[in-house]
């Protein structure tokens, strides 16, 4: 037998298996992404919305090790805890499943056979490829295409293998494989470590069985295997990374290998005592997608309700406790941008953050000027501080992800990020400014007069108002709130204006200090700025909703 010519169309066709669903993938991932990043906001509820999550984000992206890696993206950059991360986890285990199913429709939906289905999928991706003109159009494109391309590759390897129906040899090793439990595992997770993905290990398993070369106790050894196997990447991505998200990957890694114990130990029960018979047996495609669902699904119900103690021994394995985190450093993670959409709304929420920094620098302005509380000066200007670092990080990672493949929609959300970074960033700047006001006013000695001090709390409380109207306007995309911001940004425009000629009329006639008068126009000034830097912020708003 030349295995040479079995060798080379079988790696051909995994090949072909692999990009066909690399491509489905991305245009699921583009065409659902606004309700990926709508689900991220789940993952601040409960652990089971998280093994929602996590289930339908890997059907999307069609491998759990990305989806993995993701996670030990967001724990690393500490926008996700481990409590959460262990639910999007198990939830990945389950999401991983769907590729199997759809490689064994070719059986129980006899329409979908490859052979007649792929180049009628591909054709029809080519023409909306082609006539298409919207980002949508190209995205549905790529599905059809990329699913056209899995079935072409999963037929390719099926036809590929079956010369070695009359291998003895070939048999003798799967027979070894269904006779010995820890050699079927070892298979598995190797095979699955080297192609690093869980999905591709099925498809080849699959086509096998198609060939009728894997017996049902072998497969059900060499599936378990694939789940340890998949491990790997989420361990490598957790190298270099913080000690929280070297814990996310070994809880991974533990959750599948306690299932696999667990499992396997039934697996041996069943098939050595209860049901000799069928472990000999020749397994179908379909059969092996019910095994995969039904071990991943069972091993997430069991180990549910034990999940906190999963983490705290990954915890004690990797010697770390859970640590703060720093509120001025970004917390991004370059892993997120695997999936840019998911990236994008982390990106948002981050500034969202940074806008509440922003909001207490505006609370704290508010009282320096008056209390001349030296406390109140530094608190502002480590607020400042700690927007500068986040804008210049979110600004950084938001151009990053506009040189990614992203949506036109997409494109323009970051865009409009950078603009309401800016806008967030200069009114904390001028925070500063009037602190640094005060410290003028203490080097010289001198405070507002009573009327200047109304006037100015006046203006405080109006631009104050505006700005916190903008961000939660920015974080709810609420076209209501953005509509007051324009108009509490008017009222400080006017009032700016009668308030700067009264005084010039106090000044003229004596009734205040100099250097507390400069210092009275100069803030005016300042407030009037921050009121429209939050008109900037609504109107992105309203430009993003109309």
Known sequence: MNYVNILIPFVGGL????????????????????????????????KFLGVLLGAFITAVIQS?????????????????NLSQAMGVIMGANVGTTVTGWLVSSA??????????????AIIIGVIVMMTGKRRSSKDI????????????????MSDSVSPLQDSEGFRNIFVALSGNPLLGIAAGAIVTAVIQSSSASVGILQSLAA??????????????????????????????????????????????????VIFSIIAIILLSVVFPKYAAGMISQTQISTVHTLFNIGTTLLLFPVSDWIIKLAKKISHVEDVEVDESKVQLDER??????????????????????????????????????????????????????????????????????????????????????????????????????????????????????EHLRSMMDVCAKSYEYALEAYRNQDKELALKVIEE?????NLEVMLRAE????????????????VFLDTLVCLERISDHARNIAEEVLNHIA
């Not at 959750?255 to 696999?260: A, K």
């Not at 010039?504 to 400069?518: D, K, M, S, V, W």
Request: charge should be negative.
């Open 15 to 46: 090949g072909m298996f692999i990009y066909g669903m690399q491509i489905m993938a991305q245009g699921l991932e583009n065409a659902a992404g606004n309700r990926m990043r709508s689900l991220l906001e789940a993952l601040t509820k409960n």
């Open 64 to 80: 759990s090790s990305a989806t993995t890696v993701m996670v030990v993206g967001f724990v690393n950059a500490g926008i996700m």
């Open 107 to 120: 059986e129980w939906a006899k329409f979908l056979k490859p052979d007649n289905l792929a180049p009628i």
């Open 141 to 156: 494109a790529s599905i059809i295409i990329g699913f056209g391309l899995l079935f072409i590759g999963i037929s390719v």
């Open 211 to 260: 060939a009728g070369l894997v017996p049902f106790g072998a497969a059900i050894y060499i599936i378990m295997g694939q789940n340890i196997g998949t491990c790997v990447t989420a361990m490598l991505s957790g190298m270099g990374a913080k000690k929280n998200a070297k814990v996310a990957a070994r809880m991974h890694l533990l959750f599948n290998i306690i299932g696999t």
């Open 336 to 453: 997120m941008l695997e999936t840019p959409g998911i990236a994008l709304q982390s990106t948002i929420s981050e500034c969202v953050r940074m806008g509440e920094i922003v909001k207490n620098c505006m609370e704290c302005s508010k009282e320096v000027l008056f209390s001349m509380d030296y406390n109140h000066i530094m608190r502002i200007k480590e607020e400042e501080d700690k927007v500068d670092r986040l804008c210049a990080g979110i600004t950084g990672y938001a151009i990053k992800i506009t040189s990614l493949s992203v949506s036109e929609k997409e494109h323009k959300e970051a865009a409009s990020l950078l603009q309401v970074a800016s806008d967030m960033e200069r009114v904390s700047d001028y925070c500063e400014n009037i602190a640094e006001f005060t410290e003028n006013l203490i080097e010289h000695k001198v405070s507002f007069t009573e009327i200047g001090k």
């Open 489 to 493: 940004e008017t009222k400080a425009d």
């Open 503 to 518: 005084h010039i009329e106090r000044l003229a006639a004596n009734q205040c200090q100099t250097e507390a008068g400069i």
